[in-house]
C-alpha cells in the first residue's frame, strides 16, 4: 500500500498526469524491435518412398545408410542478436515552429531506450543521468545520436513517475545493448503539441492549457505522455530549455 506523504498541493501537471496515467506502467506505443518468436521445431524426416505408411523405421545392423535424398537440412539459425540500419541525419528541431495544440502526427525514429523511476523533486536531474546513461552505451555500440531526445511518461504518483528515457540514433551495429537498455521506436501516431518554453518545473501552464483544450474539443487522450527535448538538457541553462509535449490520442 503506497503512503502518502506529501502535504504541498498537487500541481495541474501532476493533476493531468495522474488522471491519464492511474494505471500501473504502460509499454511505449510503438517498438521498433518485437521480441523474436520461439524458434521453430525442425521437421521430422520423411519415410523411405517404399515404405508403406505403418511400417517402422528400419533400424539397426540391417537399416540402409541414408543417401541424399534422405537428409535434412536443419533450421538456419540467424547469429546476430540485433540488426540496426542507417537512417538520414534528423532536421533540426530548434526549426521547427512551436505547437500550441493543434493536432499532428508523430513519426516513428529508431532509438536506444532506458526505463527509469523519478521523484518530482529531482525529476528533472534523474531525466538528464538516464539520457547521459545512453549517450555512454550509444558511444560503445558506435552510433550517433540524431535528433531530439523523448521522455515517455507511463506511470504517475504525487510522489513520482515512472518513465523510458529515448535518444535517436543514427548508424548500425549488430551488438547487444546492456546495462538494461534496448533498442526500440519512438512514440507513433495522431497527437496533439504544445511547445513549452522555460525551465522543467515551471510547466504546470502548459499542461493546464492541455487539460482546459481536451475537455474543450471532446478529446480522449492515451494513457501516456510524451516530452521531446528541442534544446540539449545536457547542455542547455533550464531557463532556456524548449520542450514540445505530445499528447496522443485515442
Known sequence: ?????????????????LALLAVPALPATLRAQDAAPPAAAPPAAAPPANAAPDD???????????DDD?????????????ETQ??????????RPDGFGEESVMKPVPVLM?????????AFKTIVEALKEIDAEMAR?????????????TATDDLGFDFEAAVPFEGATV??????MMFSASPAGRALRFTHRGPYDSMDPTYEQIANLLDAKDLEAQDLYVEEYRSDPRTTPEDDLVIDIWVPLK
Do not use: C, E, T
Not at 542507417?86 to 526549426?95: E, F, Y
Not at 555500440?141 to 511518461?153: D, E, H, T, V
Open 114 to 122: 532506458k526505463a527509469g523511476h523519478a521523484n518530482w523533486d529531482d
Open 141 to 153: 555500440l558506435k552510433l550517433k545520436p540524431n535528433g531530439a531526445s523523448f521522455i515517455i511518461y
Open 70 to 82: 534422405d537428409m535434412i537440412a536443419p533450421p538456419m539459425i540467424d547469429p546476430r542478436a540485433v
Open 86 to 95: 542507417n537512417v538520414a541525419p534528423a532536421p533540426d528541431p530548434m526549426k
Open 1 to 17: 500500500m503506497m503512503v502518502n506523504v506529501s502535504a504541498r498541493p498537487l500541481p495541474g501537471r501532476l493533476l493531468l498526469l
Open 56 to 66: 517402422p523405421a528400419p533400424a539397426g545392423p540391417d537399416a540402409r545408410p541414408l
Open 175 to 180: 551488438d547487444k545493448p546492456q546495462n538494461g
